[in-house]
């Protein structure tokens, strides 16, 4: 009996030595290889940290097309091969669960070629990992995490291609009073750190302009049932419904308002303005719903358009999803940076401290004319573009709104 | 003042009455029977008497305070203890430590003793460990220590379950059915057990089908029938009382009782 | 008297260790001392100890829940209550105690006790998660094993649900909260001696991830060490009986009710502990960490582990935490780069909870006893004794209420 | 607060209720014959959405079955009929089928096997369900056609009912009343009763066991299945993760009414549809998890056996 529990212990043992053996002489074998570059192109890689299999898949999934279609751009581009650089990426999938966002972080952090990292989606994911890249002389894009913490951690490598909540919100808020006249709003949340600041940050500027917050709810970001809640906001019968929160929960509330007899437009934030939210309300539904967006339209823009063509011939089968241009935003950004990183340390010594400091650098100082607008950063590492574009739901697609 | 005292104690189960206003006692010292056919509510007076049921109505005391109410372990605490029809032993402990566990109520070392390792707690644990193969020995088992009940041999289990009840230093022992399933060997052994428990200063009630062992040694008899109590007596009393050889074993057995 | 006090009760733990089994404990203990050095060194290997820090996490969760599901056998679904409590109790206490502490004059004293905070809140959070648990369970307890398993989860979701809706403005809702500070106590020092080896690319710092590593291998020790001494004791023999027969535990004197509570309380403590740790480690604390899968995920450690044993339990949760992140780290490892196409590499990654739902599966069919099953629990649970099994599995609460199907234990 | 409001929240809370009453009749099936919690059962609702769902976007495809065909489909009353018997019909099989599948090859292998395997097992299924689902057919929501023809009556004041709720109230009622009668008065239904009673003393009378389990396995899956098709319709998208909430809902729900007991799953999930739809009309809507869950705990301290659980007959 003992003989047998004890060959058990020696098998798990002898198991155990082996994973430390193995990785132990791999590490060996292998490091320092990457800085070591002479004519042939510099390999920098890009962290894309997104949540790929569980959580926001779909907003994740969008953020690593958006970042990769930024990569093989740049890496066509003459300032790319002038540089001697070639940009490679590496997904890690964050769930949109903190832990494991962490776990992303620390793992882009092991890599001696990365030095930058598109991401990440969730603010809760977002503020523990920054810490990591900063340890690490990483720099950090978020095209995506709106929690205002995230750039008042005074980490100098932290920054993010969207708005903050207290832009976002307020703006839509002025045009709701604004343009569209509206009184009286009921506001509802997702529970998540994105959809409870901008509702109420939205709610604070709403009541500062004269306008009544008629209520004010909590909902799940993936609960499906708003029926009663529907029932509660037609009985205080207001004039707008704000959402704060994501397309996916947020058709679904779009539509069940309209059902149940709430006729009255549906507003949130650039959560919302995705293709998707169309077609999970309901076209019909979702006819006169608004959503703020950062930046201008990509119609609108230079380069709106080439990225609309560009990404329909790499992804004919999706939808430019909410974040995907600010993905592409944001992971040119970072690659900027490590161009101009290049111009002053040489494309070699990008991975070392002073390239990534020089990285830092050259990210804080951009000033570029992207895909959702002109991007510079303020001293947080907040972008300072805070154009706000209102689009409303016309004829089945989002499109600027014009009064 | 009498050991256990039931006043028209009833037990109800939705319409029926498993055990209808019944009275009894039993004095120190004794050895009292509780016979009748299967179904006549034996086990559920047991099981009043033990915590499992509370009474429906009437009362039922041990030493003056009543029980009616009280938890199993606060009854076991009282000096109540008992052994079950099916054996119900913690089939995966050792044999000794199913004995232990009988100390439970008569030793008190919490938690942070137990992790602290204390010497109380040292002490309490040897004394625990000695008064159990104590207790082991009395019933014949203590080289058995430290087999896994479910590996013991059917007499020994019922021996066993009789250690772990003694464990707790009971006044009053219950035997459910102690003799079931025995062969006359066994239920000689038994019955000789049963006579050193009282000897030892525990009073003990018997619910038994085996005639023998319950002619050979209970002073007293108590004769339930569909829970009503149909006669109280000296065994040779009982043996010839009529209600309970007709309603008992049915017309035409009396030569069985003789021959007991 | 029969054997001697050391031969008794050899079948529930060997009183002596072989030597094979001292040789094998010193290989393990060697390696959770240095493997993570040596992978700290290599920077490629380095996030292996940020990985190695959330296992022991999840290893202390299961070594606590193992208490509550494994000794006593109740089936607590919403254990990550107690893990949530002790990680916002460390925030938000936490951020009180330096509050009060910057208030001190003398700046040695306060920078030290200022990092130093996480040593204080580990007490008070356990003792907050163990009077948790004795809140829950008193009311709670009588309830029947699937009973107690369905409002356990529902607590569970009551209290994250509490934090996500900032009850009583405590928690910032779904917000999220920074932990009270970044440097923990001694870590600067520990930094001071960085060990390079620039030969074959060994470059030791001594990292924050390093730092909570070891501070989770002493906790889980310590686990250990209490765990084992209260399996051992009065309080764990009252659990083994009262899982294999609640009447007649009860009868003997035990009390079901005391005895419950405190596997429900003493589990409890080290989920708050855990939770310290977490916040700390973390750095921050949101709702969306404490969601009901972690506790499944943590029943899962216990059951795919062995119930009741605490290296099964520990190789358990370290396999259910580490397999999906080790999947991972090998597929989009750098050192790979050349060897797995990253596409590919990224469709490993993306299948590996398909994969692990399926070995879930396997494993269960093929050991349905956990891949290290106590001694006590394989007897237990040998499918041999079904029979045996279904006469215990009566409880309390059915002889009482006069259930007509029997309730089988966990 | 006004009566039309009142009345507008108990038609939702029936309608909600309605739906975590067939997921719950699958749980407690399941447990009942069982004794274990399947826990992939949510994943059984999700799948009979997705399988609903290409069931119907395949049959009002003009290019599968001709544009004629959709027509008189979706726009003829017999047609609507037709249609959605189909959709019910292949979506119920599949799934029951699946059911009967995952009994087969992760659940019968660990009858004897210590109880918490099982619901190991149960979540490893679930695991892999969703991400087979979001792995292989879409990681995003998609939307779920309307093709059902949803017209408001007014009832009262503001308050009104639509025609997809009183069609998944008159079905729902209708499965109920269906199911109670085959398990009462069905042979293979006694069957079930028995075996849930005691499952060796049903096989020696001659019980198949085997059969009882793979029934319960195929009606419990079908009716999660037939909600999930609801489900869909009633809130127009399905989702990959779809079935978690629900699930646990549900599953409150029969313990609540009563786990084991089929009248107490289906009083269960009405009562617990109600209660979520109360709580978040007239309480809080963040709050309204917590409002079922606390009254859960205080069914299960006042009530120990659910609702309609054992505990209402004591006997020896």
């Not at chain 1, 043992?13 to 070591?36: D, E, I, K, M």
């Amino acid at each position: 009996m003992s003989m047998g529990k004890f060959k058990k212990y020696l098998s798990v043992v002898a198991v155990l030595a082996a994973v430390a053996l193995v990785v132990t002489g791999c590490g060996a074998s292998t490091t320092g290889g990457g800085t070591t570059g002479g004519t042939a192109p510099v390999s920098i890689t890009i962290g894309i940290g997104a949540p790929i299999t569980q959580g926001a898949t779909a907003l994740g999934l969008g953020m690593e097309r958006g970042a990769k279609l930024a990569i093989a751009d740049m890496n066509k581009s003459p300032e790319a091969k002038a540089a001697g650089i070639t940009f490679t990426s590496t997904t890690g999938d964050d769930q949109g669960d903190p832990k494991t966002g962490v776990n992303v972080a620390n793992q882009f952090a092991s890599n001696p070629n990365l030095v930058g990292v598109m991401g990440h989606l969730n603010s809760g994911v977002s503020i523990p990992s920054s810490a990591v890249y900063s340890r690490a002389n990483i720099v950090m894009v978020s095209p995506a995490s709106t929690n205002p913490q995230l750039t008042l951690q005074g980490l100098k490598n932290v920054f993010r291609v969207c708005t903050i909540d207290s832009v976002q919100g307020p703006a839509a808020a002025d045009r709701a009073t604004g343009d569209l006249g509206k009184k009286a709003v009921f506001i509802v949340d997702d529970s998540t750190p994105y959809g409870t600041g901008l509702a109420d940050e939205f709610g604070k500027e709403f009541t500062a302009k004269g306008g009544k917050v008629l209520g004010r709810e909590k909902t799940g970001d993936k609960d499906t049932d708003f029926k009663a809640l529907v029932t509660k906001i037609k009985a205080t019968n207001p004039d707008l419904v704000y959402y704060g929160g994501v397309y996916n929960a947020g058709a679904l509330l779009s539509k069940q308002l309209k059902d149940g007899g709430v006729k009255v437009p549906m507003m949130g934030g650039d959560g919302l303005y995705d293709g998707q939210y169309i077609k999970l309300a309901g076209a019909a539904n979702a006819e006169g719903d608004f959503a703020t967006s950062v930046g201008l339209p990509l119609a609108q823009l230079p380069a709106g358009e080439k990225f609309t063509t560009e990404f329909k011939a790499a992804y004919p089968n999706d939808e430019i999803a909410a974040y995907d241009a600010y993905s592409y935003d944001a992971a040119t950004v970072i690659m900027k940076g490590v161009l101009a990183a290049a111009g002053k340390v040489t494309a070699a010594k990008v991975t070392s401290p002073e390239g990534r400091a020089a990285v830092i650098a050259a990210v804080a100082a951009t000033n570029y004319e992207g895909i959702t607008g002109a991007i510079a950063f303020d001293a947080n590492g907040d972008t300072t573009n805070k154009a706000i574009t209102l689009y409303v739901v016309k004829g089945g697609v989002w499109i600027p709104y014009v009064k | 003042m009498a050991l256990v005292e039931a006043t028209k104690t009833t037990m109800q189960f939705g319409g029926l009455k498993a055990v209808n206003d019944v009275s009894m006692h039993i004095e120190e010292g004794e050895i009292v029977a509780l016979i009748g056919p299967n179904g006549a509510g034996k086990t559920t007076f047991f099981n009043m008497l033990t915590g499992i049921y509370k009474p429906t109505s009437g009362s039922l005391t041990f030493s003056g305070q009543s029980v009616s109410g009280k938890k199993p372990n606060q009854i076991c605490r009282m000096g109540i203890a008992r052994t079950f029809q099916n054996i119900r032993l913690f089939a995966n402990m050792t044999t000794l430590e199913n004995v232990m566990v009988g100390r439970h109520t008569r030793s008190k070392a919490g938690p942070w003793q137990a992790v602290l390792r204390t010497p109380g707690f040292k002490r309490e644990e040897a004394a625990t460990v000695a008064e159990a193969l104590k207790r082991l020995q009395f019933v014949g088992l203590a080289d058995k220590a430290n087999e896994l009940a479910k590996n013991l041999p059917y007499g020994a289990q019922r021996r066993l379950e009789i250690a772990r009840a003694l464990a707790t230093e009971p006044q009053l022992l219950l035997l459910d059915e102690p003799a079931a399933g025995m062969n006359p060997q066994e239920s000689a052994d038994l019955t000789r057990l049963i006579g050193r428990i009282r000897t030892s200063g525990v009073t003990v009630l018997l619910i038994e089908h085996d005639m023998k062992v319950v002619m050979d040694i209970a002073d007293r008899i108590y004769v339930l029938d569909f829970g009503e109590l149909i006669a109280e007596g000296k065994p040779e009393e009982i043996q010839k009382d009529p209600k309970v050889i007709v309603a008992y074993l049915g017309v035409g057995a009396e030569a069985m009782l003789a021959q007991a | 008297m029969g054997g001697s006090k050391m031969d008794i009760r050899t079948n529930v733990q060997s009183g002596s260790w072989s030597r094979g089994k001292i040789a094998l404990a010193v290989l393990l203990g060697v390696l959770v001392v240095f493997a993570p050095v040596l992978l700290q060194g290599f920077q490629t290997m380095s996030f292996f100890v940020r990985v190695l820090g959330i296992i022991g996490i999840y290893v202390l969760l299961a070594l606590g829940l193992n208490i509550v599901v494994g000794y006593a056998g109740l089936l607590d679904l919403g254990y990550v209550a107690f893990y949530a409590m002790g990680a916002y109790a460390a925030v938000i206490l936490g951020e009180k105690f330096v509050a009060v502490v910057q208030t001190i004059s003398n700046v040695g004293l306060r920078d030290f006790l200022v990092s130093s905070q996480f040593l204080v809140m580990l007490p008070v959070a356990a003792i907050i998660a163990a009077l948790t648990g004795l809140a829950l369970g008193t009311p709670v307890l009588r309830l029947r094993g699937d009973y107690l398993a369905i409002v356990t989860l529902g607590f569970g979701e009551i209290i994250r649900i509490l934090a996500t809706n900032d009850f009583l403005g405590l928690t910032k809702g779904a917000y999220g909260m920074m932990a009270p500070i970044a440097q923990p106590l001694g870590l600067a020092q520990l930094q001071l001696l960085p060990i390079a080896i620039p030969a074959i690319g060994f470059n030791f710092i001594f990292s924050v991830n390093l730092y909570w590593y070891y501070i989770v291998v002493l906790l889980i020790i310590l686990a250990v060490f209490v765990v084992r001494r209260l399996d051992n004791s009065r309080l764990g023999r009252a659990w083994v009986a009262m899982r294999e027969d609640e009447v007649a535990a009860s009868s003997v004197g035990v009390n079901i009710m005391t005895s419950k509570l405190w596997a429900f309380a003493l589990g409890a403590l080290w989920g708050g502990l855990a939770g310290v740790v977490f916040a700390n480690a973390q750095g921050f604390v949101s709702p969306e960490s404490f969601t009901f899968m972690e506790s499944v995920f943590i029943v899962t450690m216990v059951v795919l582990g062995g119930m009741g044993s605490i290296p099964g339990v520990i190789v358990g949760a370290a396999l259910i935490a580490g397999i999906p992140e080790m999947i991972r780290g090998v597929a989009q490892s750098p050192l790979l780069a050349g060897v797995i196409d990253p596409t590919l590499a990224s469709a490993i990654s993306g299948y590996r909870y398909l994969v692990f739902g399926l070995l879930m599966v396997i494993m269960m069919a093929v050991r349905p006893q956990g891949m290290i099953p106590s001694t006590r629990r394989a007897q237990e649970l040998h499918p041999e004794d079904e029979k045996v099994l279904e006469e215990e599995d009566q409880s309390l609460w059915d002889l009482k209420h006069g259930a007509d199907r029997s309730e089988h234990d966990l | 607060m006004a009566l039309s409001t009142l009345i507008q929240q108990m038609v939702n809370g029936v309608t909600l209720g309605g739906m975590y009453a067939l997921i719950a009749l699958g749980y407690t099936l399941v447990y009942g014959i069982m004794l274990m919690i399947n826990f992939a059962h949510s994943e059984m609702f999700m799948a009979g959405a997705y399988v609903g769902l290409f069931t119907l976007t395949g049959l009002t495809n003009p290019k599968l079955v001709g544009s004629g065909a959709v027509a008189f489909l979706t726009k003829n009353g017999i047609g609507l009929v037709l249609l959605f018997t189909i959709v019910f019909l292949v979506a119920g099989i599949a799934v029951g089928l699946l059911g009967v599948v995952i009994e087969r090859t992760a659940y019968r292998p660990l009858r004897n096997a210590p109880r918490l395997a099982p619901l190991i097992s149960a979540i490893g299924v679930s695991i892999f369900l969703q991400n087979a689902v979001l792995l292989w057919v879409d990681s995003k929501a998609l939307p779920f056609p309307q093709v059902f023809p949803v017209i408001d009556l007014k009832i009262y004041g503001n308050a009104s009912i639509s025609t997809l709720q009183i069609f998944i109230l008159v079905s729902v009622v209708l499965i109920l009343i269906v199911l109670d009668t085959f398990v009462g008065k069905t042979r293979i239904g006694k069957a079930m009763r028995a075996t849930s009673q005691d499952r060796d003393a049903a096989g020696l009378m001659g019980v198949n066991i085997n059969t009882v389990i793979a029934l319960a396995f195929f009606i419990g899956p079908a009716l999660g299945a037939v909600a999930g098709i609801f489900n869909g319709m009633y809130y127009g998208t399905v989702n990959w993760n779809m079935g978690f909430l629900p699930g646990i809902k549900s599953f409150t729900a029969a313990v609540i009414g009563g786990i084991g007991n089929l009248r107490g799953a289906m009083l269960g999930g009405f009562v617990l549809g109600i209660i979520e739809s109360l709580a978040a009309g007239f309480l809080s809507t963040g709050y309204k998890d917590v409002v079922a869950f606390v009254i859960l705990i205080l069914v299960l301290i006042f009530r120990p056996g659910g609702l309609l659980g054992e505990s209402v007959v004591e006997k020896v």
